[in-house]
Each structure stands twice: as C-alpha cells, then as structure tokens.
C-alpha cells in the first residue's frame, strides 16, 4: 500500500514505527489500517487514493503512544502542543494530538485530514469527516483488541451503518471512563450528543 508520506515509502515509515512501539502497539497499528482500509471499501469508497489516505491514518494513528514521558514532553515544548486541561490531568490523552504533529513533522505526512484524524481517534468529536470516523471506530474495534460484549453486534454494524456505530462506540466509551471514575474529555461528549441527535438513538 502506497502512504501519503512526502518523504517515505510505506516500508520505511513501518520501519521507523518498529523502533518507536512495542510490538502489541504495532500490531495494533496495522490492525486499525487494515480494518480502515476495509470500512473504505464496504461504504463505496475504493479508489486507491482514499484507500492508501486510511492506511495512512491508520497505521500511523498511535505513532505518539510509546514516547516516554521525557520525550513527550521535549516535543510538547518544541512543536509548541497546546494542552486542555484534561489532556495534562489525563496525559494518556495527549498521544492523539501529539501523534498528529509528529505524524507532519516525523513521518511527512501533509494531508490534513489525515492529520485530523490522527488527532482525534481517541476522543472523535462532532460532525467528523468519514476518514475521521473511520479511523475513531478502527481504533476500537481491530482484531487485534481483547474481544468485549458488545463487538458481535458493534463490527458489523460499522459495515452497515457507521454513524450509527460511532454513536454507539461513544456511549459505551463514556460509560467506561464514568465506570471508572475518569474524566471525559469534552469533545467526547459533544461527539455523543451530536452522534445521537444525528442517528435518532435513544
């Protein structure tokens, strides 16, 4: 598959990825970018461009999660990341924005709406483009993931009616994190209630 890199082929850009994450990591990676790959294809989106712009997402979505805590921090302040407060009372959070910065300034990547993306795999946010959508909901549901109640119904439904799955991967996400007790970031929330409005759920 062909990325969206104006400095690196795919292989080179697995192999830089290789160095950065840990194996789970990168399975997961290429899980996402796969399972994106195939969401583009069953919603009538196939040419070779759309498909290598969700490869591309995908598979560099998580590029910022196994930073350790000093190099996130040195990026932080060189890329000048501007951080919610959330975000630095959850840094688990920071990942998606930061993967997004590093996914232009590492890995060459211009798109930007696979750098939109990249940016919000984790929390989605309203009115998401489909590649945005596409890349919140692979994130959740690749083979890769330890199986939940809920992913027999939940992956075929994203063939069938994504709005409908994100809207459903949203509850199940804020009902995670208040099971918790964690806080929800904010565009979570608006992500739901927009999704819901959208799709007529209860």
Not at 57 to 69: M, Q, R
Not at 84 to 98: C, G, N, R, V, Y
Not at 101 to 107: F, G, H, N, Q, S
Not at 143 to 163: E, I, T
């Amino acid at each position: 598959m062909r990325v969206c890199s104006d400095k690196y082929t795919d292989r080179e850009i697995r192999e830089k990825l290789r160095k950065k994450l840990d194996t789970g990591r990168y399975e997961h990676s290429l899980g996402v970018a796969y399972t994106a790959c195939s969401l583009f294809m069953a919603h009538g989106h196939g040419e070779i461009s759309d498909l290598s712009r969700a490869y591309t997402a995908g598979i560099l979505h998580d590029c910022a999660k196994c930073l350790t805590d000093e190099e996130r921090d040195k990026y932080i302040r060189k890329y000048q990341v501007e951080l919610s407060d959330t975000e630095q009372m959850q840094p688990f959070l920071i990942h998606a924005k930061l993967g997004a910065v590093l996914a232009k300034e590492k890995y060459g990547v211009t798109d930007p709406e696979i750098l939109s993306a990249i940016r919000w795999h984790t929390t989605g946010c309203a009115g998401m483009s489909f590649l945005e959508a596409v890349i919140f909901s692979a994130d959740y549901i690749e083979p890769n993931r330890k199986m939940l109640p809920m992913y027999p119904a939940l992956r075929p439904l994203l063939f069938s009616d994504l709005d409908r799955a994100v809207c459903d991967i949203l509850r199940y996400t804020i009902a995670h994190l208040e099971e918790k007790g964690q806080l929800i970031e904010e565009h979570t929330l608006e992500a739901y209630e927009y999704y819901k409005k959208l799709t007529g759920a209860d």
